[in-house]
């Protein structure tokens, strides 16, 4: 954790909060995903798919480290506030996740905040997750297996699809404790989840002991660009 803070604290120019997110994503992607993702282990394949979500294709990598089919399947939402990360930044997570488990895992490229605020990325995991149950045989995953997961932003919006798809009676997906840490929140479609451990870290997490928190400015960037019909409708304008 420490060579993480020291390569944070090493980094130049603006603070990402200070920047449009384009701009933002871009300094993001060149400061740290060659080091996140450096010397990645190799798999049985990598495979690029579109599954069909309500308001277009959802872009979504598929990880197999060599499972037996028709495989359990992990979906996993990065994260990056709502508006940073995607595929890419997470590549090697989900490769070591999928080495480690022995499943599938399926990468969600949902879609980012400002552009698409709350609940468009919220609604791409939904759909993304239906698609997976309904369709996911035909890529080598049970069904009666699936499992989601992510980190930071990714676990708020794994936690959310689990109480989205509970309450609209299924399908049942299972949350694994280990990525869902942000929050210590209990709730499943089927099953319970426990807390997201994200790559820019969490202070629920054992693993990020002693790093500091989230300044108030970013917070308060990140918190302006997502959630604004939800802010309004609970009254609330500032973090």
Request: glycine content about 10%.
């Given at each position: 954790?420490?060579?993480?803070?020291?390569?944070?604290?090493?980094?130049?120019?603006?603070?990402?909060?200070?920047?449009?997110?384009?701009?933002?994503?871009?300094?993001?992607?060149?400061?740290?995903?060659?080091?996140?993702?450096?010397?990645?282990?190799?798999?049985?394949?990598?495979?690029?798919?579109?599954?069909?979500?309500?308001?277009?294709?959802?872009?979504?990598?598929?990880?197999?480290?060599?499972?037996?089919?028709?495989?359990?399947?992990?979906?996993?939402?990065?994260?990056?506030?709502?508006?940073?990360?995607?595929?890419?930044?997470?590549?090697?997570?989900?490769?070591?996740?999928?080495?480690?488990?022995?499943?599938?895992?399926?990468?969600?490229?949902?879609?980012?905040?400002?552009?698409?605020?709350?609940?468009?990325?919220?609604?791409?995991?939904?759909?993304?997750?239906?698609?997976?149950?309904?369709?996911?045989?035909?890529?080598?995953?049970?069904?009666?297996?699936?499992?989601?997961?992510?980190?930071?932003?990714?676990?708020?919006?794994?936690?959310?699809?689990?109480?989205?798809?509970?309450?609209a009676g299924?399908?049942?997906?299972?949350?694994?404790?280990?990525?869902?840490?942000?929050?210590r929140a209990?709730?499943?479609?089927?099953?319970?989840?426990?807390?997201?451990?994200?790559?820019?870290?969490?202070?629920?997490?054992?693993?990020?002991?002693?790093?500091?928190?989230?300044?108030?400015?970013?917070?308060?960037?990140?918190?302006?660009?997502?959630?604004?019909?939800?802010?309004?409708?609970?009254?609330?304008?500032?973090?």
């Amino acid at each position: 954790m420490q060579v993480i803070l020291d390569r944070a604290a090493a980094a130049t120019g603006p603070a990402l909060s200070s920047l449009e997110p384009d701009t933002a994503r871009k300094l993001d992607a060149e400061q740290f995903d060659a080091y996140w993702n450096a010397d990645p282990p190799s798999l049985a394949a990598v495979t690029e798919h579109a599954l069909s979500g309500a308001d277009g294709p959802i872009r979504t990598r598929l990880y197999d480290p060599g499972a037996r089919k028709p495989a359990p399947c992990l979906a996993y939402f990065h994260g990056g506030g709502w508006v940073l990360g995607g595929l890419d930044s997470h590549d090697r997570v989900c490769r070591e996740l999928a080495l480690a488990s022995g499943m599938l895992v399926a990468a969600v490229d949902y879609r980012l905040a400002p552009e698409h605020k709350f609940p468009e990325p919220l609604e791409d995991c939904i759909a993304a997750m239906q698609w997976i149950a309904a369709e996911g045989r035909n890529l080598g995953i049970d069904s009666a297996r699936l499992a989601v997961g992510g980190d930071s932003a990714g676990g708020n919006l794994a936690l959310s699809t689990l109480l989205a798809l509970r309450d609209a009676g299924g399908p049942s997906i299972r949350a694994p404790h280990r990525w869902l840490r942000s929050r210590r929140a209990h709730a499943t479609s089927a099953g319970s989840s426990s807390g997201a451990r994200g790559r820019r870290g969490s202070s629920s997490s054992p693993n990020t002991a002693g790093a500091p928190p989230a300044n108030s400015s970013a917070a308060a960037s990140v918190w302006s660009r997502w959630p604004s019909p939800a802010r309004r409708a609970c009254g609330a304008t500032t973090m």
